[in-house]
């Protein structure tokens, strides 16, 4: 079943296109072929690695034109003419005029970091699980790190799900100085919601990059990558230890679906109200207001 998403623009809900649905419901229906494909080839990197390579030919090009009337995108954003894309993965992670995406100016406001499917939770201690009511997936396992994981435990969370058709680059939230990138490595599982629905941990297994943003006025926030099937990488485009201004470029994610996710400390961000639809996914876009400092 295709999810259903609100759009912050216009307020109404829509059911969401799903790229390569048929492929989603073998991968995670419960069937035998589709367990055996998921765990003997689909969520190992080397294939997420060759599909990426795949999309980088310039044979590729063929299919952006298609696939933009498909999912209705706005080619009017972009800073290239389609003629000039020289491959689907070059599409994929393309640049957007400014006047695209401008960012929330005022001083107190975090924003939107990508495009995406949003979920927000001001305690994560008191939500009562992503997707599947009474699941929740560990902060330690997360982060990899038990300290860091007492830090957030009673602070905000913040879920974002890239789709395929998406504006797949990633931006700072807020102006800081960016620490040194943690890898993580682990499978590649997809970050759909039907994936999630049956493997919640998938967010806290997949391969992931952990940055701590150090800001003037919400503390301390992880910024979180996590790839997904067919992610070829997830590149960062900053330089560490510098200090960045509140939507410059972090990095992007090649081909593919992919999550971020952002951890805030207790009592630094009060969310935007119209953002907080209990388990309701709501389509935002980079540069918009997420929150404010407390």
């Given at each position: 079943m295709s999810p259903q998403v609100i759009d912050r623009v216009t307020g109404k809900a829509f059911t969401e296109k799903v790229f390569g649905e048929k492929w989603l419901k073998t991968l995670y229906g419960g069937n035998f072929l589709g367990a055996f494909l998921l765990h003997t080839l689909?969520?190992?990197?080397?294939?997420?690695?060759?599909?990426?390579?795949?999309?980088?030919l310039p044979f590729?090009?063929?299919?952006?034109?298609?696939?933009?009337?498909?999912?209705d995108i706005d080619a009017n954003e972009f800073e290239k003419e389609i003629r000039d894309f020289s491959s689907f993965n070059d599409f994929f992670t393309r640049h957007l005029k400014k006047s695209a995406r401008p960012i929330v100016e005022e001083k107190s406001a975090a924003c939107i970091p990508?495009?995406?499917?949003?979920?927000?939770?001001?305690?994560?201690?008191?939500?009562?699980?992503?997707?599947?009511?009474?699941?929740k997936f560990s902060l330690i396992e997360l982060l990899g790190n038990e300290e860091l994981a007492k830090r957030y435990a009673s602070g905000s969370l913040v879920i974002a799900r890239l789709a395929p058709c998406d504006y797949h680059r990633?931006?700072?939230?807020?102006?800081?100085?960016?620490?040194?990138?943690?890898?993580?490595?682990?499978?590649?599982?997809?970050?759909?919601?039907?994936?999630?629905?049956?493997?919640?941990?998938?967010?806290?297994?997949?391969?992931?990059?952990?940055?701590?943003?150090?800001?003037?006025?919400?503390?301390?926030?992880?910024?979180?990558?996590?790839?997904?099937?067919?992610?070829?990488?997830?590149?960062?485009?900053?330089?560490?230890?510098?200090?960045?201004?509140?939507?410059?470029?972090?990095?992007?994610f090649a081909f593919g679906g992919?999550?971020?996710?952002?951890?805030?400390?207790?009592?630094?961000?009060?969310?935007?109200?119209?953002l907080l639809q209990k388990n309701k996914e709501i389509r935002c876009l980079m540069g918009q207001a997420m929150g404010y400092s407390l």
């Open positions: 689909v969520k190992f990197s080397w294939f997420s690695k060759l599909f990426g390579f795949w999309q980088s590729t090009k063929k299919k952006i034109v298609p696939f933009v009337k498909e999912y990508a495009d995406g499917r949003y979920l927000f939770y001001e305690n994560i201690e008191k939500t009562d699980g992503f997707v599947v009511k009474g699941k990633f931006h700072f939230p807020s102006p800081g100085i960016p620490g040194k990138p943690l890898l993580i490595q682990g499978p590649l599982f997809s970050v759909n919601p039907m994936a999630l629905k049956k493997k919640l941990s998938i967010l806290t297994e997949n391969k992931r990059v952990i940055t701590e943003l150090i800001t003037p006025s919400f503390g301390k926030v992880m910024i979180i990558e996590v790839g997904a099937t067919n992610v070829g990488s997830i590149v960062q485009t900053h330089q560490s230890g510098r200090e960045v201004k509140k939507g410059e470029e972090k990095g992007y992919s999550t971020i996710i952002l951890l805030f400390e207790k009592g630094k961000i009060s969310f935007c109200k119209d």
